[in-house]
């Protein structure tokens, strides 16, 4: 929320510059136009016209017309298959580019590796798409770190407030829903896990939404992986 929405608001239109000719942005431009044209009912929604002829002020005027469209569905949060397509491609070069790096605090990766050493399998779960998450851990302030990921799963699975997500899960990895420890730091997404029979940590991280008293009493609760004692796989 706070590097790579606001990288994508402030440099979409240095990026269309730079790639307007390149196949790739013209596919994503096309899915933002017809998204725009279903948006056309919408209050504030910003059509984008078709290229009506050559030279850089054609250009120029429908690169606008995505830029604002582009601002306007990010000012309401949308997530439309075309504005995320657009993003990951924006984030996969800011990360090529060490423009933008994934944030792993220090405890995270010696734990993962110690967890690994005894057996267990390590899954993200992530509201973000698998392509997003890779580039997270490809580019992070560790180095690449993707090794240390046994699978990746994404909303495709199913949305992560609810429970059925998390048997999908499991029956993708072939391991019973009791034998799976989630980590979260929303509520919901906990007691979707647990409707589940999966066991659950929440965990409370600097800039995490803050819990209730309720929560806090209910969940197990943890600030760093270094706190986590997990069985031995056998």
């Not at 949060?77 to 220090?106: C, I, N, P, S």
């Amino acid at each position: 929320q706070e590097t790579l929405f606001p990288y994508v608001r402030d440099n979409v239109e240095q990026y269309l510059r730079a790639h307007w000719q390149e196949e790739e942005c013209q596919r994503d431009v096309g899915l933002l136009r017809k998204q725009a044209q279903e948006d056309s009912g919408l209050d504030g929604a910003v059509p984008i016209p078709l290229e009506s002829g050559s030279g850089d002020a054609e250009q120029e005027r429908v690169i606008q017309a995505v830029v604002g469209n582009v601002r306007w569905q990010m000012s309401l949060d949308r997530k439309t298959t075309a504005l995320k397509q657009l993003q990951g491609h924006m984030w996969r070069a800011a990360y090529a580019t060490g423009l933008v790096k994934g944030e792993v605090f220090e405890d995270v990766v010696p734990a993962i590796r110690k967890w690994r050493e005894a057996g267990m399998k390590v899954y993200i779960y992530s509201s973000g798409s698998v392509e997003a998450q890779k580039l997270l851990f490809g580019y992070s302030t560790e180095g690449d770190i993707l090794e240390l990921f046994d699978g990746h799963f994404d909303t495709k699975i199913g949305p992560k407030v609810e429970s059925e997500s998390y048997r999908r899960i499991a029956a993708s990895i072939g391991c019973a829903t009791n034998n799976i420890l989630f980590l979260t730091d929303v509520p919901r997404e906990a007691n979707a896990a647990e409707e589940a029979d999966t066991h659950v940590a929440v965990v409370v991280r600097p800039g995490n939404a803050g819990l209730t008293d309720d929560e806090k009493s209910y969940y197990s609760l943890i600030s760093s992986f270094t706190e986590l004692f997990l069985p031995s796989s056998t």
